[in-house]
């Protein structure tokens, strides 16, 4: 019976993850929930930026994003290697962040995280957010992080809310990859990071792109061994 048991809430299990995960690929092609909640792999992607710029002695002058959610964090780097190092933090940050939810998640430490990420996002609010899209959506994050903080909530949903959120940034982070990747062949110029990259290192943008893709490519590798083949959720 116990078996019995066990295995019903395992399948039950996957079957919620799955449905996450497929609401949210819905969700990701909607242009107004969808990029609301898009918003917070852009979000993450500029908050690496900025942070990064800020351990290494840069200036960080202002994160935005809007309803496209289209970002940037604009800053002045104090020497090329910096730059470099600010450029590659955004994919590589979100891809990793993502993957250390579900570490969290196994840790049983996601109570604390939500407090961690109310911390971040109030930080990031008050030093770099000036728009007002970004200024309303980060207090509606940081707000949601704190109610899951200070409320009384389940450990299971604590955990679902917490994986959906690595979903959403892995899902962004794949198809923002995957764009850079194009238009670093196509469109170079256009390619962000990889272009910034380029121009610095001399290194073909497509090279950086491929760097992007692979390093996301392992992370998804891993997001599915640990959500689905160890389930630790």
Not at 145 to 165: C, D, G, Q, S, V
């Amino acid at each position: 019976r116990y078996v019995i048991l066990s295995s019903r809430k395992s399948v039950g299990n996957m079957a919620i993850k799955i449905i996450i995960i497929v609401v949210c690929i819905i969700l990701s092609y909607n242009k107004t929930l969808g990029n609301a909640i898009s918003n917070l792999n852009t979000f993450f992607h500029e908050s690496f930026h900025a942070l990064t710029s800020l351990i290494l002695g840069n200036k960080v002058k202002e994160i935005e994003f809007d309803t496209s959610a289209e970002g940037s964090c604009k800053s002045i780097s104090k020497s090329k290697f910096r730059t470099v190092l600010c450029s590659l933090s955004g994919y590589i940050g979100c891809a990793l962040l993502s993957l250390l939810f579900i570490f969290c998640i196994k840790e049983q430490v996601t109570h604390i995280t939500f407090i961690i990420l109310t911390c971040l996002s109030f930080f990031i609010l008050m030093l770099y957010i000036r728009k007002t899209y970004a200024l309303i959506w980060t207090i509606c994050f940081a707000c949601i992080n704190l109610a899951l903080f200070l409320l009384p909530t389940p450990i299971l949903i604590e955990k679902y809310i917490l994986f959906t959120y690595s979903t959403i940034i892995l899902i962004e982070n794949t198809k923002a990859c995957c764009s850079i990747f194009y238009l670093s062949i196509f469109k170079a110029k256009n390619s962000g990071d990889c272009h910034i990259l380029a121009k610095i290192t001399k290194i073909p943008a497509f090279i950086w792109s491929t760097i992007f893709n692979a390093i996301n490519c392992w992370v998804l590798y891993r997001f599915i061994q640990l959500c689905f083949l160890e389930n630790y959720l």
